[in-house]
């Protein structure tokens, strides 16, 4: 693209059709495909989408403020949020109406089985931490399948509203626990 400004890159539709009909020669796919997959790869793991999905409940066992602001602020909701920031790129080449560029589908996949299968984990914790991790995982997982299916809006507003209820969360939980 000769620049590494997103605003340059994303502003631009020329520049997002000629890396949506660039050939990667990797898998078939266009150069926006291959970089938004690898984009997301990062995603996987600092957004705990499955199948790096084990290191978040562990992180949990620091103290309760600690874990709040895991949750809220920083650590997993980076990975989201990039994806968001670059969203435009992720949609590159994507003809409404006519499916999901690869990318956008592999999204989708990854974030609904993560949603369903950190939810069923959480039904069998003990510990109620343990509880609230899971379900920031299947939270982070239906984030994932919205921007998936391009409800980027859906996704932008449940990754703020989640900070703020899971950090509450996880603060109350600290109090049941003291």
Partial sequence: SGTLSYREIFSNPEMLAKLANMPSYIVGLSAAGLIGILLFFGTIGKSAQFPLHVWLPDAMEG???VSAMIHAATMVSAGVYMVIRVYPLMAAGMDHGHGLTPP??????IGT??????????VAQNDIKRVLAYSTI???G?????????GYVAAAFHLVAHAFFKALLFLGSGSVIH
């Fill in 138 to 140: 299947s939270q982070l």
């Fill in 63 to 65: 103290p309760t403020p």
């Fill in 104 to 109: 956008l589908a592999f999204m989708a996949i």
């Fill in 142 to 150: 239906f984030m994932i399948a919205a921007l998936g299916i391009g």
């Fill in 113 to 122: 089985f993560t949603a369903l299968f950190a939810a069923t984990i959480a």
